[in-house]
């Protein structure tokens, strides 16, 4: 109806009406997302993805430009809107307007669900190595400038399909099916972990699959910035397979890797398992002895170190199995290091949890591949803002924390002839963490 005002009445307070009435004005609620934009101008990561795309529309026909579309996506993400379905409404978000370098008041508004649909589904595989490409160069170029070691942690996980998407395939292990997309955190002296890449991959029972290019390109990356730099490869036993260990070995990168037992190095921890189950009448539950072999299976092109830990625990001897490079080190001092790759385990769920990366549920492959990237952008602005926070107490916060506490702020947007005001709730309780990321975004 013309000119009509929504009123709906409340329970009074101490004698007064309250009444909610949307007329507003220009109003949002995620004036947060220019923080995630500050954090994009500050390393540049939209503008280096669009770099490796190309746009095959007709130019008299674009009213959308590739990066207006990308710094779209990825901010919506970031803020919690992870299907392109929320940006019907979102497309006349002041805020995610100004973020995306237009005035809220300008009657083109931003790109529609159909037209991100159109531009997830024509991407090339070229262009998303590309893109891969260019998003670990950005996130290598973050570490400190005397970096003299680099961990690259790599792990798989589940993300179940619902539809008919293509390559999804069965998984036994998971009892479902699923894509199988593989992650790539690398964590540099300081032992701040960021997300350096993502491969897509189907259910097809090999856990190797990929693997390789994976790391060659993870370690290409690392050197084009740090020629001299100390590279370890840490993963669990799905990765620890004779071709990738060999690779390692000629390239001169470090690794510690989970191992399956066999037959042989099962009778290798005899002795150990032994060891463990007679301490434990004297130690009692927990206890634990190590163990120091050399093991080669048949698929390695030598025998490498194996360490082997048995620990007593409810009548129960659990055993397992490391395979490392590294000769110096004391036995329980590489396990000890090995079992803090679970922090990634940490990464991997909040970006499965507070990043939703697992909204692959589009037909083609190459399309759900592009969503991944897109999500795995979004994780790399907010570990921007994660850094920016170092001396604070939010300086482990999780990406769900931030955006709940930081981000999702409401604000009244006011455009003058010379300005955009954004105003703030006086009551905002975090306004010195603002203070604090605006300089260390903005100024720094």
Request: net charge positive; charged share 25%.
């Amino acid at each position: 109806m013309s000119g009509y005002t929504l009123a709906l009445e409340f329970p009074g307070v101490t004698g007064r009406e309250v009444i909610g009435t949307f007329d507003g004005g220009e109003m949002t609620s995620d004036a947060g997302v220019l923080l995630i934009s500050a954090a994009d101008r500050r390393i540049g990561l939209v503008s280096a993805l669009c770099e490796g795309m190309f746009d095959r529309r007709q130019g008299c026909k674009v009213k959308h430009s590739l990066v207006d579309m990308l710094r779209e996506r990825i901010f919506s993400v970031a803020m919690g809107y992870e299907d392109a379905n929320d940006l019907d409404y979102l497309r006349d978000d002041p805020a995610l307007k100004v973020a995306c370098l237009k005035r809220p008041k300008e009657s083109d508004v931003l790109a529609s669900q159909p037209t991100i649909s159109r531009l997830e589904n024509s991407v090339g595989r070229k262009e998303l190595l590309r893109m891969g490409m260019r998003m670990a160069r950005l996130v290598v170029s973050q570490l400190p400038a005397d970096t003299k070691e680099v961990i690259l942690d790599i792990d798989a996980t589940d993300d179940p399909c619902h539809g008919q998407q293509e390559l999804r395939l069965f998984d036994g292990h998971y009892g479902t099916y699923c894509y199988l997309p593989l992650y790539m955190h690398i964590t540099d002296q300081t032992g701040r972990q960021r997300l350096m890449g993502t491969l897509l991959r189907s259910a097809c029972g090999r856990s190797t699959k990929g693997v390789m290019s994976f790391v060659r390109l993870a370690v290409r990356v690392v050197r084009l910035r740090f020629p001299d730099v100390r590279i370890i490869v840490r993963g669990d036993c799905g990765f620890g397979f004779g071709k990738l260990m060999n690779f390692c070995d000629s390239q001169g990168v470090g690794y510690v890797f989970a191992f399956q037992s066999t037959k042989t190095s099962a009778e290798m921890a005899l002795p150990i398992q032994m060891e463990a189950a007679r301490n434990h009448r004297w130690v009692g539950e927990g206890c634990r002895e190590y163990g120091d072999v050399s093991y080669q299976a048949k698929t390695w092109s030598r025998a490498r170190r194996m360490i082997i830990k048995a620990e007593a625990s409810g009548g129960v001897v659990d055993t397992r199995y490391i395979v490392t490079s590294d000769n110096a080190k004391a036995t329980e001092d590489i396990y000890g290091w090995y079992t803090q790759r679970g922090d990634q385990e940490n990464r991997i769920k909040e970006m499965k949890l507070d990043l939703c990366s697992g909204r692959t549920s589009c037909h083609r492959f190459l399309a759900n591949q592009f969503r991944l990237l897109v999500h795995s952008a979004a994780c790399v602005l907010m570990g921007v803002l994660q850094a920016a926070l170092s001396g604070t107490s939010w300086a482990k916060a999780q990406v769900g924390t931030l955006r709940l506490r930081l981000l999702k702020v409401g604000a009244r947007v006011v455009e003058s002839s010379r300005k955009v005001w954004f105003h703030l709730p006086t009551s905002f309780p975090d306004q010195k963490i603002w203070e604090h990321l605006h300089r260390r975004l903005l100024f720094r």
